[in-house]
């Protein structure tokens, strides 16, 4: 059960977009389609932005997208707004009724 | 509206014990599968657990497995985590998670809805 990786931080400019990379193994974000994504701002509860790699639960502005390549998932965020600024976390299922989660990345808007 | 809300965090010696509960509300809880996550202040996630709707079937990660006990009571739509032997590394805020479901109420393996947490702190 080991996390998976993720870049401790980003950053972009107001309108840009960034990628957040979220790397695995074949074990679990290799894999399972069951990949999804979280915000979470400072003294509040994680947000769901992101299921089953690429859709978007209600409510959810289409600039947040997912995708997956082999073991790495993905999370771009376009068109950059000041309220983006977040940690985002990726979790994978990872077989068994076991989820393992990113060490985090935090979104700076410059 | 659809809530969680968690309770029964505290502060508590190693080798204690704490009962943390998560009261549901505003959605057909005895459907849903339900998860544990902490977090340590400052850093990130880790998912503790789940328990699925039989409240049968549950599952724990390895760093809790043999003193964390997850339970439900459907009737009361109240998830439980029996936290025993506790360890200076649970310190943590503690929240519990809802498993998104399909339309067709198959598990899509994601946390919809989210607690607010409740903090335990264990120290001597």
């Known amino acids: 059960q080991s996390a998976l990786s993720q870049p401790p931080s980003a950053s972009g400019s107001p309108g840009q977009s960034v990628t957040i990379s979220c790397t695995g193994t074949?074990?679990?974000?290799?894999?399972?389609?069951?990949i999804s994504w979280y915000q979470q701002h400072p003294g509040k509860a994680p947000k769901l932005i992101i299921f089953?790699?690429?859709k978007r639960p209600s409510g959810v502005p289409d600039r947040f997208s997912g995708s997956k390549s082999g073991s790495t998932a993905s999370l771009t965020v376009s068109g950059l707004q000041a309220e983006d600024e977040a940690d985002y976390y990726c979790?994978?299922?990872?077989?068994?009724?076991?989820?393992?989660f990113g060490g985090g990345t935090k979104l700076t808007v410059l | 509206q659809v809530q969680l809300v968690e309770s029964g965090g505290g502060m508590v010696q190693p080798g204690g014990s704490l009962r943390l509960s998560c009261a549901a509300s505003?959605?057909?809880?005895?459907?849903?599968?339900m998860h544990w996550v902490r977090q340590v202040p400052g850093k990130g996630l880790e998912w503790v657990a789940v328990?699925?709707?039989?409240?049968?079937?549950?599952t724990s990660a390895d760093s809790v497995k043999g003193r964390f006990t997850v339970s439900r009571d459907n009737s009361k739509k109240t998830v439980f985590l029996q936290m025993n032997s506790l360890r200076v590394e649970d310190t943590a805020v503690y929240y519990c998670?809802?498993?998104?479901?399909?339309?067709?109420?198959?598990?899509?393996?994601?946390?919809?809805?989210w607690g607010q947490g409740t903090m335990v702190t264990v120290s001597a």
């Open positions: 979790t994978s299922y990872a077989g068994g009724d076991i989820w393992v």
């Open positions: 998670a809802r498993d998104r479901l399909s339309e067709f109420q198959v598990t899509q393996a994601a946390f919809d809805v």
């Open positions: 328990i699925w709707s039989d409240g049968i079937k549950t």
């Open positions: 089953e790699v690429t």
């Open positions: 505003g959605f057909p809880f005895d459907f849903y599968g």
């Open positions: 074949s074990n679990d974000v290799g894999g399972y389609r069951f």
